[in-house]
C-alpha cells in the first residue's frame, strides 16, 4: 500500500543554517507524483513543488531545492541559509494509480528557524 | 491568497449536532477536494468532486456528506457530531480532475466539538 514516511518530527536549526527535510515514499506503481507543502504558522498549506516519476531531475528554486532519488524511494527538500520566515510544518505528499490519485500525506516535519 | 475561500474560519458546537462548512473554489477551478487535519490522523482526504459530480472517495465517515453546486461551490456536511471529529477541515480546488494536479487550499475550517 502507498505510504509516506517523514522520520523527522521537528527540526530546529539557528537562522542562516542549511536544513534537509526528509521523506521516504511507498507506491507499487510506476507513474506515481510527489509533492510538498508548507503550512505556516497562520495554517494554509501553501504548495511547492510537484514531481512526475519519470523525471528524475533535481530541481532548484531560490533557497529551495529537491533531490528525488527513485532508487531509495525518496524525495527530500532542502531550504539553503534558512530564515525566520521558513518556521512552518512541511508535508510530503503521494499520489498514485492505486490511491486513484488522491493525495497521501506524510505525518509532517515542523521546522522552527532561531534568529 | 491561494483564492480559495472558506466559511466559517471557526465554528464550535456541542456534540450530536450537525453543521455545514461552506468552500468556494478559485475561479475557473472545477474540482473541489476535502481534507481532515487532525492531531491524531494528520492530514486525510475526505472527498472529492468534479463539476458536481463525485470523483474520489477517501476515509470520509458515513455521518459526512458533501456536494458541489452548479456555481461549483461546494459544501462538507457533518452530523451527530462526535469530540473525536474537532479537526481542521480545509477545502482545495484545482483546474481539473486529476488528484496529481496542483491543488490550492483554503485556509481551513477549526471545527471545536465539546
Known amino acids: 500500500a502507498q505510504k509516506v514516511t517523514q522520520a523527522q518530527t521537528e527540526i530546529s536549526v539557528v537562522e542562516k543554517e542549511d536544513v534537509t527535510l526528509d521523506c521516504v515514499y511507498e507506491?507499487?506503481?510506476?507513474?506515481?507524483?510527489l509533492f510538498w507543502y508548507k503550512q505556516p504558522p497562520s495554517g494554509e498549506l501553501v504548495f511547492l513543488i510537484r514531481r512526475n516519476s519519470f523525471d528524475e531531475q533535481n530541481e532548484i528554486s531560490g533557497r529551495y531545492s529537491w533531490n528525488f532519488q527513485k532508487s531509495t524511494s525518496s524525495f527530500n527538500f532542502t531550504i539553503t541559509a534558512s530564515q525566520v520566515v521558513d518556521s512552518a510544518v512541511y508535508f510530503c505528499a503521494l499520489s498514485d494509480l492505486d490511491s486513484s490519485y488522491k493525495l497521501i500525506f506524510g505525518s509532517g516535519t515542523r521546522l522552527l528557524v532561531r534568529p | 491568497d491561494s483564492g480559495v475561500t472558506q466559511t466559517p474560519k471557526h465554528l464550535i458546537t456541542a456534540t450530536g449536532q450537525r453543521v455545514t462548512l461552506r468552500c468556494s473554489p478559485r475561479s475557473g477551478d472545477l474540482s473541489v477536494y476535502w481534507y481532515q487535519q487532525s492531531l491524531d490522523q494528520g492530514l486525510q482526504f475526505l472527498i472529492q468532486y468534479y463539476n458536481g459530480e463525485e470523483r474520489a472517495k477517501g476515509n470520509i465517515l458515513e455521518r459526512f456528506s458533501a456536494q458541489q453546486f452548479p456555481d461549483l461551490h461546494s459544501e462538507l456536511n457533518l452530523s451527530s457530531l462526535e469530540l473525536g471529529d474537532s479537526a481542521l477541515y480545509f477545502c482545495?480546488?484545482?483546474?481539473?480532475?486529476?488528484?496529481?494536479?496542483?491543488?490550492?487550499f483554503g485556509p481551513g475550517t477549526r471545527l471545536t466539538v465539546l
Open positions: 507506491t507499487r506503481d510506476t507513474t506515481y507524483y
Open positions: 482545495a480546488s484545482s483546474l481539473g480532475l486529476a488528484g496529481w494536479d496542483e491543488q490550492f
